[in-house]
Structures are given as C-alpha cells and as structure tokens.
C-alpha cells in the first residue's frame, strides 16, 4: 500500500534509505552529502512524501519525496529498500506522486539522476521519462515526462 508519511515512524528509515541507497550513488563531494543530511529534515517539510509498506501500520519499504511548482511535478527522492526492489513498489510510488501531481494541474514531470546511477536511470525510462539534459558539475542527467 502506499500512504503518507508518518514523521516519527517512517523517518529513521527513510534516512536508513537516503544513506544506503542514494548516498551511494551521488557524485557530490564529501562536504556536499554532509551538507545535504543535515538539512533532510527541513526538506522533508517542504512537498509531499509518501511511503510504500506492506500494511498501514508497517515500516516503509520505499519512499517517494516531490514538490509541485506550477505545472511541474518535481521528484525529488525515490528509494526502495534492496529486499523490496523489482517488487513494483518504486512502480507504485511514482504512479501515485503523479497521479497527485494531474490531480493539481502538473502537466509535466522531471526528475535528476546522477550519472552512476544506471538502474534509476533505467528505471525512470520504462516509466516515460527522457533524459532532457546533461549537467557535467555535479554530473547527473535531468529528465522529463508529460503527464
């Protein structure tokens, strides 16, 4: 099932999430990812994350974090625990963001993927994305879908 996210329950692991699976996979410098955790809280405030889990009650498997400025819909974090991956649950969380997202006008979406990430990469295509643009500092590829 997919919900909303419970702050004292669902956090510890979304951070458990960001530190395993995208921490990892970032090409920012040391400095930057420090930098960046610290401020995880104050950005999870600001947009909409949802949880995928079992059952209502259960820890989060994944999580999807997005904002919505305009028309656009904005991704700002995707991560699936390893044991709950090529389960569709990424499937879902995207489905549902961008499901929210039309339900508010957004007529397009766009997410960033950093270059050493070829399974987010891959995954985002097989969801209709495109890579729109190469940045070269940090490197990662913007990507872009109509809704």
Not at 35 to 59: F, Q
């Amino acid at each position: 099932m997919i919900r909303y996210r419970r702050p004292k329950q669902d956090d510890p692991t979304i951070h458990h999430l960001i530190n395993t699976e995208l921490v990892p996979l970032s090409s920012v410098t040391t400095a930057e990812i420090i930098e960046i955790k610290k401020n995880i809280p104050k950005r999870l405030t600001h947009g909409v994350t949802l949880v995928a889990s079992t059952n209502y009650d259960d820890d989060p498997l994944g999580f999807v974090h997005f904002m919505l400025h305009g028309d656009l819909l904005y991704i700002d974090m995707l991560a699936v625990a390893p044991a709950a991956q090529r389960k569709c649950w990424g499937n879902l969380l995207m489905a549902h963001a961008e499901r929210f997202a039309q339900s508010r006008g957004c007529k397009r979406s766009k997410v960033m993927v950093d270059i050493i990430n070829t399974n987010g990469l891959s995954f985002y295509k097989k969801l209709g994305y495109a890579v729109s643009k190469l940045h070269t500092s940090p490197q990662y590829y913007e990507l872009e879908k109509r809704l």
